[in-house]
């Protein structure tokens, strides 16, 4: 973002005096957190209600947002936690506390097994429970940079740009790793005070401008997510726009240290989804996720906890969705080579749109992570094309979001969800590999416009072993084999030559059931093998 006047800081400092933020986040140094200490969250009782008036707890636009959603003015999880009771729980150990989560009503603070014991016994807390680790969010590189377009192609940009929809009068959050670099970024050039709205670092409050202070390598992070959501070079016919919503409003948070760290931040990325929920801000796009990674084995995450409710992070996108009305768009996670595989949390939230990752034929990319078996509803639900991470496939989705509701302001987070989910290519045949495919720009409009769109993929039940369909020329098809109704056990891709038309003879793989066959821009088949 090359900010030609920069007045930078003094109107950020402005913007934050206009608000009330009913957390706090105290700046710790991370290399004196004590080697015998945990991060807990510790969680409350009650809260003190006395005197509550919700047009303090919130910004005229949160209200503006809710009304719109009609959603409860006044929420109980807008309440701040009872200072008295935070008062208690520092005087009782050495530390003090980190973050205070109104939505969670609790505190994250580092305690030893002693002080762990003695807070736990203390009248007005229900329980504890330890933090845990991130994943690592893949690095971008320079090929990263020169095939976006393929995604924005996948997701019929061209039509957004012909309805003139570019994200304006949407403001998107963004929690990442950090912003280091955006004002050098080519593709960021447009971005000034009146688009960044707000940003700050809740790692380290004492970093006021994430775009030119950086701690680690992984603080560029963030700053192509953000030229992947609204990103475009500033030529005369704006040829090489790379993000869907070049005219959107952002807040800022980094939430993430990087890789030197080895306790989460997930307290961060709550506060941080509190702040920007006060700010009235309603879609958010975050490319971390939570799993394993402890130096303490016992502590890391278990695959069965990823079941949408479990994990702290996962129960606040529940609440954002329910009852903030706000859309989260989170990467569906890179873990689908090693051993863990599954959707990551907060993706595994049913009210999280989780993004996987395709390659340019539509594929599943192998790094991908997929849905776990264990729970009833689709993860990932979309994906999109992304050369080297799921970081780069939700920003290109979370565009596309903003554009939507540039069309329909009136929308609600759940019509926006289903309007991307319905729009896709495999719908409504999803799968634990793509979730229910690429969105696809004319479906979603037409979705908005109350109009009904044709399922182009025709359900056959096949009695033998293999199952003939032509293939003309220069056209592709894809294939997921399943064991199930869901669950995909191979896939596979084929394309004709440019001049020639093919008979395609598909042969049933061991232990498949189902089989969905794409075509792009045509349709295809939903195979009940019997």
Same mark, same amino acid.
């Given at each position: 973002?090359?900010?030609?006047?920069?007045?930078?800081?003094?109107?950020?400092?402005?913007?934050?005096?206009?608000?009330?933020?009913?957390?706090?986040?105290?700046?710790?140094?991370?290399?004196?957190?004590?080697?015998?200490?945990?991060?807990?969250?510790?969680?409350?009782?009650?809260?003190?209600?006395?005197?509550?008036?919700?047009?303090?707890?919130?910004?005229?636009?949160?209200?503006?947002?809710?009304?719109?959603?009609?959603?409860?003015?006044?929420?109980?999880?807008?309440?701040?936690?009872?200072?008295?009771? &935070?008062?208690?729980?520092?005087?009782?150990? %050495?530390?003090?506390?980190?973050?205070?989560?109104?939505?969670?009503?609790?505190?994250?603070?580092?305690?030893?097994?002693?002080?762990?014991?003695?807070?736990?016994?203390?009248?007005?807390?229900?329980?504890?429970?330890?933090?845990?680790?991130?994943?690592?969010?893949?690095?971008?590189?320079?090929?990263?940079?020169?095939?976006?377009? !393929?995604?924005?192609?996948?997701?019929?940009?061209?039509?957004?740009?012909?309805?003139?929809?570019?994200? =304006?009068?949407?403001?998107?959050?963004?929690?990442?790793?950090?912003?280091?670099?955006?004002?050098?970024?080519?593709?960021?050039?447009?971005?000034?005070?009146?688009?960044?709205?707000?940003?700050?670092?809740?790692?380290?409050?004492?970093?006021?401008?994430?775009?030119?202070?950086?701690?680690?390598?992984?603080?560029?992070?963030?700053?192509?997510?953000?030229?992947?959501?609204?990103?475009?070079?500033?030529?005369?016919?704006?040829?090489?726009?790379?993000?869907?919503?070049?005219?959107?409003?952002?807040?800022?948070?980094? %939430?993430?240290?990087?890789?030197?760290?080895?306790?989460?931040?997930?307290?961060?990325?709550?506060?941080?989804?509190?702040?920007?929920?006060?700010?009235? &801000?309603?879609?958010?796009?975050?490319?971390?996720?939570?799993?394993?990674?402890?130096?303490?084995?016992?502590?890391?995450?278990?695959?069965?906890?990823?079941?949408?409710?479990?994990?702290?992070?996962?129960?606040?996108?529940?609440?954002?969705?329910?009852?903030?009305?706000?859309?989260?768009?989170?990467?569906?996670?890179?873990?689908?080579?090693?051993?863990?595989?599954? &959707?990551?949390?907060?993706?595994?939230?049913?009210?999280?749109?989780?993004?996987?990752?395709?390659?340019?034929?539509?594929?599943?990319?192998?790094?991908?992570?997929?849905?776990?078996?264990?729970?009833?509803?689709?993860?990932?639900? &979309?994906?999109?094309?992304?050369?080297?991470? %799921?970081?780069?496939?939700?920003?290109?989705? %979370?565009?596309?979001?903003?554009?939507?509701?540039?069309?329909?302001? !009136?929308?609600?987070?759940?019509?926006?969800?289903?309007?991307?989910?319905?729009?896709?290519?495999?719908?409504?045949?999803?799968?634990?590999?793509?979730?229910?495919?690429?969105?696809?720009?004319?479906?979603?409009?037409?979705?908005?416009?109350?109009?009904?769109?044709?399922?182009?993929?025709?359900?056959?039940?096949?009695?033998?072993?293999?199952? !003939?369909?032509?293939? =003309?020329?220069?056209?592709?098809?894809?294939?997921?084999?399943?064991?199930?109704?869901?669950?995909?056990?191979?896939?596979?891709?084929?394309?004709?030559?440019?001049? !020639?038309?093919?008979?395609?003879?598909?042969?049933?793989?061991?232990?498949?059931?189902?089989?969905?066959?794409?075509?792009?821009?045509?349709?295809?088949?939903?195979?009940?093998?019997?």
């Amino acid at each position: 973002m090359n900010i030609r006047n920069y007045p930078f800081l003094a109107a950020l400092s402005f913007v934050f005096m206009q608000f009330i933020f009913i957390f706090s986040v105290s700046a710790q140094n991370f290399s004196s957190i004590p080697s015998d200490k945990t991060k807990y969250w510790v969680f409350f009782s009650q809260k003190d209600t006395t005197d509550y008036d919700y047009t303090f707890a919130v910004s005229a636009k949160t209200i503006e947002n809710r009304k719109l959603q009609k959603l409860p003015l006044r929420q109980y999880s807008d309440i701040s936690v009872s200072e008295k009771f &935070v008062q208690k729980v520092e005087n009782s150990v %050495t530390d003090k506390s980190i973050v205070k989560s109104k939505w969670l009503n609790a505190i994250s603070i580092y305690l030893n097994e002693e002080e762990a014991i003695r807070v736990q016994n203390l009248p007005f807390v229900t329980h504890l429970q330890a933090l845990t680790t991130k994943w690592k969010p893949l690095s971008y590189s320079k090929i990263q940079k020169r095939k976006m377009g !393929k995604a924005m192609e996948q997701l019929e940009l061209s039509i957004l740009k012909k309805e003139n929809l570019t994200g =304006k009068g949407v403001t998107i959050g963004v929690i990442d790793a950090g912003f280091y670099g955006s004002d050098k970024s080519n593709y960021l050039k447009h971005l000034d005070t009146s688009r960044v709205l707000g940003m700050r670092d809740f790692v380290n409050p004492k970093q006021k401008d994430l775009f030119r202070e950086k701690e680690t390598s992984d603080d560029s992070h963030g700053a192509t997510v953000l030229e992947m959501i609204g990103g475009y070079n500033d030529d005369k016919d704006n040829s090489n726009q790379v993000g869907a919503a070049s005219e959107a409003q952002f807040y800022l948070a980094r %939430t993430d240290h990087g890789v030197t760290e080895t306790r989460s931040e997930e307290d961060f990325w709550v506060a941080a989804m509190e702040w920007m929920d006060s700010s009235g &801000v309603k879609l958010i796009n975050t490319s971390l996720g939570y799993s394993v990674g402890f130096d303490d084995k016992k502590e890391d995450y278990d695959t069965k906890q990823m079941d949408g409710k479990t994990s702290v992070v996962s129960k606040a996108v529940n609440m954002a969705f329910n009852e903030k009305g706000i859309l989260i768009v989170v990467s569906a996670g890179n873990e689908g080579w090693d051993k863990w595989k599954i &959707v990551s949390t907060p993706g595994d939230s049913p009210f999280a749109l989780s993004i996987g990752a395709t390659n340019g034929a539509g594929l599943k990319m192998g790094y991908s992570s997929i849905g776990a078996d264990f729970v009833e509803f689709l993860k990932p639900n &979309v994906a999109c094309y992304s050369l080297t991470g %799921t970081s780069f496939s939700a920003p290109n989705i %979370t565009g596309f979001a903003a554009c939507l509701w540039q069309k329909s302001p !009136k929308a609600t987070n759940k019509e926006i969800f289903e309007a991307i989910e319905k729009s896709a290519s495999l719908y409504p045949f999803g799968n634990n590999f793509i979730g229910y495919g690429i969105p696809k720009a004319s479906n979603a409009i037409k979705i908005l416009d109350g109009k009904k769109i044709k399922t182009t993929i025709k359900e056959v039940e096949e009695k033998g072993n293999s199952f !003939k369909f032509d293939l =003309k020329a220069g056209e592709r098809y894809v294939v997921f084999h399943k064991q199930d109704k869901r669950i995909v056990v191979e896939q596979d891709s084929e394309k004709a030559a440019s001049r !020639k038309d093919i008979k395609i003879t598909l042969k049933r793989p061991k232990d498949t059931n189902f089989s969905t066959i794409y075509i792009d821009g045509v349709g295809g088949f939903e195979i009940e093998w019997k």
